[in-house]
């Protein structure tokens, strides 16, 4: 009775202190993924405004640096160009005099200044040879902005040139003003498209979260009523120990049969759960090394069946990147299925080459005809008497499909089974 009572005790400690944490955590998840899922619309709204207001800033920042960029180039050139031109017409006789000695004619002047005050070349160069020569320095290029503020504020009204400095960038900025409007404008329709991107982005995104929280309530609702069938028995087996007097034996062994039934339940159960914690943890580690491991630490399950463990390791070393924990799983249970169906005083081989792990028994088999089923939970072959939570295969099919791994099993009822296992 003594043992029994350590036995239970033991379970509920590990219960508590194991599962609790597990189970709030888990309970967590699945709250933030409803809320997100539930939000889905409104995070896709806050993605394309966040685009959105991404695009209006780098553009204003862009257009502003821009502009001042500009501008100081700007004021420095139409203080030049003005300084010279308020020569030239203090010195218009010097000027008039240059004209008349080239031969040139007030209507030649006049249909220069007609032809080249009015057409401007590309927007930068006033045509002309004449009107270069008296409105610009000469080698000096004023672009059609330039030439629309010169001609109206100082050609026209005679302001000083820091007035004309003054009003170019008043100018400069409403263009300013009036370019960024246009932007936000014309970009306002593109919210839609970035709704859209969103929505599917945060889709995409939470696919993965969402099957892994859909497998955890299946797994738990089902966990739930395999759970149940131990504790009954334990339950009832330790009532009806209460009620007798006498031997306890029977009672106890029952009692520690479905104890141990219900840690194998616990243990797989813990297993998946930690899939979403470890998933994306990877270290360096040997293959060949961490194989060798894992058939020590299965060797005296196999030495209680006297089944003999040989190994064909091609490679004596095997290097690479992935989740070493999900690489015992896989390996593990592999290995653990092997062993629980074997017949006794069998043998078991073990092949490694290149990452290809082959774990050959000569056990009970299975029917071709079952074979698909082979990795659902609780699936078991109606001949099989070996017990076990039904989590096993189901588990590394999981942990499998997680890292793109390969998995292939060929088996024949009353021959054996192979499992080759490709880690890539």
């Known amino acids: 009775m003594i043992s029994q009572k350590k036995t239970w005790k033991r379970f509920n400690r590990n219960y508590q202190r194991s599962m609790i944490p597990y189970s709030l955590k888990f309970h967590t998840r699945m709250e933030n993924y ?3 899922e539930k939000h889905r619309k409104k995070l896709s709204i806050y993605f394309a405004l966040f685009i959105l207001f991404s695009l209006w800033i780098t553009e204003g920042i862009f257009l502003l640096s821009n502009y001042v960029t500009h501008n100081i180039e700007l004021e420095g050139k139409l203080e030049t160009r003005i300084v010279g031109v308020k020569n030239i017409i203090s010195n218009k006789g010097e000027y008039l005099q240059k004209i008349e000695s080239n031969d040139y004619t007030i209507k030649v002047i006049l249909e220069k200044t007609l032809d080249g005050v009015t057409i401007i070349e590309n927007g930068d160069r006033i045509l002309g040879n004449i009107n270069h020569e008296i409105f610009i320095d000469q080698g000096e290029i004023l672009n059609s902005t330039q030439y629309k503020f010169y001609q109206e504020n100082f050609i026209l009204n005679g302001n000083d040139y820091t007035v004309i400095i003054q009003s170019f960038n008043e100018y400069s900025y409403y263009k300013l003003g009036k370019e960024y409007g246009y932007f936000i404008i014309f970009s306002l329709p593109f919210m839609i498209f970035f709704y859209f991107i969103g929505y599917i982005f945060v889709g995409k995104n939470f696919r993965p979260i969402k099957e892994t929280i859909s497998s955890l309530e299946t797994f738990s609702a089902n966990i739930n009523h395999e759970m149940k069938t131990p504790l009954a028995e334990i339950i009832s087996t330790l009532s009806l120990a209460k009620k007798l007097k006498g031997n306890y034996d029977e009672a106890i062994n029952q009692s520690l049969k479905s104890s141990k039934k219900l840690n194998k339940i616990l243990d797989s159960m813990l297993g998946i759960i930690n899939l979403v914690d470890s998933s994306y943890k990877q270290e360096k580690i040997d293959l060949v090394s961490e194989l060798k491991e894992i058939i020590k630490e299965n060797k005296t399950k196999a030495e209680k069946k006297n089944i003999k463990i040989k190994t064909d390791f091609m490679n004596k070393s095997y290097t690479i990147h992935i989740n070493k924990e999900h690489y015992h799983i896989c390996v593990g249970n592999i290995l653990k299925n092997a062993i629980k169906y074997s017949h006794d005083n069998s043998k078991i081989k073990i092949k490694f080459e290149d990452g290809k792990i082959e774990v050959t028994d000569f056990g009970v088999g299975i029917e071709e005809k079952n074979l698909k089923n082979i990795f659902n939970r609780y699936f078991r072959e109606d001949y099989i008497k070996e017990e076990g939570s039904g989590l ?33």
């Open 34 to 36: 409803r809320l997100l």
């Open 392 to 424: 096993g295969l189901a588990l590394v099919k999981k942990i499998v499909d997680m890292h793109l791994w390969k998995i292939e099993i060929e088996s024949k009822k009353d021959k054996g089974t192979k499992v080759t296992l490709t880690i890539v």
